[in-house]
């Protein structure tokens, strides 16, 4: 989150990100997730949140977003990503139901989505502008890394479920 004149960007496959600004303090935050629900972690006994799951992405989110002083009915939501990016994971659908989990929580959130690019083949590269909420898009064309990265996130949500993941190199700073 920031009202810097900087951008954020990100590369997106089957994950979501989504750009939540507030126009009259020209503020914004960008998150970036891969699954959708909860993460089996949380920030409580000294464990970590886990951003890589929806519901943990977007209260980070909307909730930095306030306490930065952005007003929760002046927010606006952009979203992008969920592509099925590799043909061989049709089965998993993971791309839909992280667009379903994010329309979702934005609707019983009460945050309007302004716009979106989301579903279809193609993974994406976004740049965000906190301070105006403009975003460019670009579509990247499947390509043998576009399926090296695809396929990565495939595997990624059995992997996180067998590992036990500790952090303890980890310093938040508040």
């Avoid at 900087?6 to 590369?11: F, R």
């Avoid at 952005?70 to 994971?89: C, T």
């Avoid at 590269?125 to 909420?133: A, C, D, E, T």
Wanted: positive net charge.
């Amino acid at each position: 989150m920031t009202d810097d004149s900087l951008a954020l960007s990100t590369v997106l496959g089957s994950c979501i990100s989504v750009c939540i600004y507030d126009h009259v303090q020209a503020i914004g935050g960008m998150n970036h997730f891969m699954l959708p629900g909860e993460g089996k972690l949380s920030m409580r006994n000294g464990g970590i949140s886990s951003m890589m799951y929806g519901a943990n992405a977007m209260e980070q989110l909307v909730n930095g977003l306030l306490k930065y002083g952005a007003v929760r009915e002046r927010l606006v939501a952009k979203v992008f990503g969920g592509g099925m990016v590799v043909d061989q994971i049709q089965h998993i659908k993971i791309g839909e139901r992280n667009v379903e989990f994010v329309n979702d929580y934005l609707t019983a959130e009460g945050i309007p989505i302004k716009s979106s690019d989301v579903l279809g083949t193609s993974a994406r590269k976004i740049v965000f502008s906190p301070r105006s909420g403009k975003v460019y898009l670009k579509k990247i064309a499947k390509n043998n890394v576009v399926t090296k990265i695809a396929k990565f996130e495939a595997g990624y949500e059995s992997s996180i479920n067998r590992q036990d993941r500790v952090f303890s190199n980890v310093e938040w700073f508040d």
